[in-house]
């Protein structure tokens, strides 16, 4: 202060700059205060202070995102690509027609890809980024049952739907109520593969060849269990790493075990070397794979081996003559150039479902989305699919074999 008790005029602005910062930070707490008691909601297109947002349901149309997590990179890359294509194709048709209707509102769909690599820790990065995005609904994918393990408690924790095409593992959709399957557990495939190499071929000793995966452990020993149930000897079982090319040890134990017929519980990517290997060898006996072995890739294979006999279980056929299945067929070769392969299907189909769904919860809210898929009964190109009370979809299977350089079905 000055002499005459009053404040110097450095003083002043002193008390100035604080009676400032003072009222800056009450705003700054104002505005928290109110930030905090907003509904963050999960509508789509709109932002977190926006009012339509209340209980989910947006008064104004905006974007509803579907995320597809799979292998876009790397061996199985395929799959992950067609899984994809296939999701794109079934948005394009429900834009075309206007979008998805919530209640009166429609909305456009969104495809979002992930590419997880088939690597857990990808997968876990990004399962955690899609359940951070309020716009999507849904999630299809991942591939293989091992990484659709790895990623499916991040989905169901956040309650995001999660549809996996392919996953076969048996625990899979018992993960929780977000968690669904429009595929068939191991056993029921694997059933199909053994009567194929045990009912259609005739044979009785029957050789195993499994991936060291957790899926391909699985489903070596369900191929185990229904050879035994149809009666035939499963002669011996080997495993190999899921990146193997060199099959000669493998083919020599078989040949000395007697093995009339081979069920592969692995990829196209295990399949095919091994049928050229077996042909290079001179052992012709058949082989029996998985639905994952119905893919394009898996003809180029076949082609450098034409004295083996390839077989597969499959819930869809593209050469069906069905006029609708082949109106499916054209739509998606046209757009990408090839036929759609059954697990392709199963991924098309998935994303209708959840569309589906939403329709019918009539507002925009991922536990009524649940819900509804539970009731859903869907006539789709990989069949009329409905689902139990686990998330698990219920599917017949067709065989098919490669003939003249494509896949066709299995005569008698």
């Known amino acids: 202060m000055d002499g005459s008790g009053h404040p110097s005029k450095e003083m002043k602005k002193v008390i100035a700059a604080l009676l400032a910062l003072v009222m800056m930070l009450s705003l700054v707490a104002c505005g928290n205060k109110d930030d905090s008691q907003k509904d963050p909601g999960n509508g789509p297109g709109t932002s977190q202070n926006d009012p339509s947002k209340d209980n989910n349901t947006p008064s104004t149309g905006g974007t509803i995102k579907i995320a597809v997590a799979a292998p876009m990179t790397g061996d199985n890359a395929e799959y992950g690509i067609g899984f994809a294509n296939a999701a794109k194709l079934m948005a394009k048709e429900w834009n075309d027609k206007g979008g998805v209707d919530i209640g009166g509102t429609k909305y456009t769909i969104v495809i979002d890809e992930y590419d997880d690599r088939s690597d857990s820790d990808e997968a876990a990065l990004i399962a955690n980024k899609i359940v951070s995005d309020d716009d999507v609904y849904g999630v299809l994918g991942h591939f293989a049952s091992g990484i659709c393990m790895v990623a499916a408690p991040i989905y169901q924790d956040a309650g995001y739907v999660n549809i996996s095409p392919t996953s076969s593992h048996a625990n899979y959709s018992g993960i929780g109520d977000f968690i669904f399957r429009n595929n068939t557990v191991i056993v029921v495939e694997t059933a199909t593969g053994a009567d194929i190499a045990i009912d259609y071929l005739g044979k009785t000793k029957v050789g ?160 009524a989305m649940k819900d509804a898929i539970y009731d859903v009964e869907y006539d789709g190109m990989s069949g009329f699919t409905t689902f139990d009370e686990i998330g698990d979809a219920q599917k017949v299977f067709t065989k098919v074999t490669i003939k003249d350089g494509a896949w066709a079905l299995a005569e008698g």
């Open 208 to 367: 195993v060849l499994s991936i060291d995966t957790e899926w391909g452990q699985s489903a070596g020993k369900s191929m185990e269990d229904n050879i035994a149930a149809k009666g035939g000897t499963m002669v011996l079982r080997q495993e190999v790493s899921v990146d193997a090319v060199d099959f000669a040890t493998e083919i020599a134990n078989f040949k000395s075990a007697g093995a009339e017929v081979i069920m592969v519980a692995g990829m196209y990517g295990t399949l095919g070397p091994l049928v050229v290997a077996m042909q290079n060898s001179g052992f012709t006996v058949p082989v029996v794979g998985c639905s994952n072995a119905y893919t394009d890739n898996m003809l180029e294979y076949a082609a450098q081996a034409p004295d083996i006999q390839i077989y597969a279980p499959v819930a869809f056929f593209a050469g069906n003559t069905d006029p609708k299945i082949q109106a499916y067929v054209k739509a998606y070769t046209d757009a990408y150039g090839a036929a759609p392969s059954a697990l392709t299907t199963q991924a098309y189909d998935s994303v209708g479902i959840m569309l589906t769904a939403l329709e019918k919860a009539g507002k925009l809210d991922r536990d």
